[in-house]
């Protein structure tokens, strides 16, 4: 028997310092109830009195044996110290790399029951077994997943998560929180996802529980094909994602033009939206438009900065489009094709939109020539 016992926090305003997070996170936790109790995970140490309450009231007069380190990010790990005051007799199970970090982010900690694990270690429990399955780099190097064989059930670290607390009804469903989750954390990693793919083939999953978001128990299938379309960074989408940055408005209003003449399009402004969004949205689409100025002889900060963030995700097997606004050197083309030079599978179309300072005929005819092309892509 499994039971939830993790917790909502409403409390943090950036997730990792950086990622917005409105509908707040959850961090998830686990009791496998067997002969031996085996606690999957802790939680944040801002919601360390709510986590405890749910550990003893499931509880009730037994203790743990175990509890596993799937990951050692404070987000999950933080609270570890805490448990072990209740129950000091508990054995941590993690692997050589886990306890490396458990002494990092506890010095001054003696920690006496350790149980040191490797990849396909099976822990038995009585009537159920827990296989440990390394996934490293999936984020950290650390990470290991684990399939308990009675329940069918893959815990998965924070593969599969999504921002959003469990409290919240998302109306757009999994995948958008669960996409910009990917992409803004996992997204760097794909190899090592397909990697962890390969390993769990064999295993009759039927149930995934990851550390944030929802339990997963339906439509495996969805999730699975998701994560297996966005670690080999392949789109979603045959559109095109327009995003601009514009200083006085002739350039947001070229993006906007072209979003109205080219099919199956969205247009994102990158100061106004949340720039881990408008990553999502370049991965889901097949064809990305960037609109922006020439600034201090390269681009514009906020497009420079997008550009790295996708080229730190291994930003891949799309076509790129660039409009570029100069009053007198308009030189973002340029740029932008140089940085991208170094990424696997990137197209620079050779159609592009020279502004100089304000559209005009001429820009706007070559506006009506770039969308034609990528209405044929």
């Not at 007069?61 to 799937?70: F, R």
């Not at 159609?351 to 990528?374: F, G, M, P, Y």
């Amino acid at each position: 028997m499994v039971k939830y016992i993790g917790v909502n926090d409403r409390i943090t305003k950036l997730f990792e310092g950086q990622f917005i997070i409105p509908e707040g996170i959850s961090y998830n936790s686990y009791i496998i109830f067997d002969e031996k109790i085996c606690i999957m995970d802790s939680v944040d140490i801002v919601k360390k009195d709510e986590w405890l309450d749910n550990v003893k009231k499931e509880l009730k007069d037994k203790k743990p044996d175990y509890l596993v380190i799937s990951h050692m990010e404070p987000d999950h790990s933080s609270s570890i110290v805490e448990l072990l005051k209740l129950y000091p007799n508990v054995t941590l199970v993690g692997n050589a790399k886990t306890f490396v970090m458990l002494k990092q982010f506890f010095p001054g900690v003696s920690f006496n029951n350790l149980l040191t694990v490797k990849d396909l270690d099976v822990l038995n429990l009585g009537k159920s077994n827990l296989t440990f399955i390394t996934a490293p780099m999936v984020h950290w190097p650390e990470v290991m997943v684990s399939y308990l064989d009675t329940e069918h059930i893959l815990f998965s670290a924070d593969a599969f998560g999504k921002f959003g607390a469990l409290d919240f009804d998302d109306p757009e469903g999994w995948s958008c929180e669960a996409r910009r989750y990917y992409f803004g954390i996992v997204g760097k990693y794909g190899a090592q996802v397909q990697a962890l793919f390969k390993k769990i083939a064999n295993y009759d999953i039927k149930k995934i529980y990851p550390l944030h978001g929802p339990l997963l128990e339906d439509n495996l299938s969805e999730y699975l094909s998701l994560y297996d379309t966005w670690s080999k960074y392949e789109p979603e989408k045959n559109g095109t994602v327009i995003l601009y940055t514009s200083v006085y408005g002739n350039t947001a209003l070229a993006a906007k033009e072209l979003g109205k003449l080219v099919k199956d399009s969205e247009v994102m402004d990158l100061i106004d939206e949340d720039i881990y969004e408008c990553v999502e949205s370049a991965f889901e689409y097949k064809n990305i438009v960037l609109a922006t100025t020439t600034y201090n002889g390269t681009i514009f900060p906020r497009m420079l900065d997008f550009i790295n963030l996708l080229k730190e995700r291994g930003f891949q097997n799309r076509t790129i489009a660039v409009i570029e606004n100069g009053s007198w050197a308009p030189t973002c083309k340029k740029v932008i094709s140089g940085l991208f030079e170094d990424s696997k599978n990137i197209t620079i179309l050779d159609e592009k939109v020279t502004i100089k300072s304000a559209l005009d005929d001429n820009s706007r005819n070559e506006l009506k020539l770039l969308a034609n092309k990528l209405n044929t892509l």
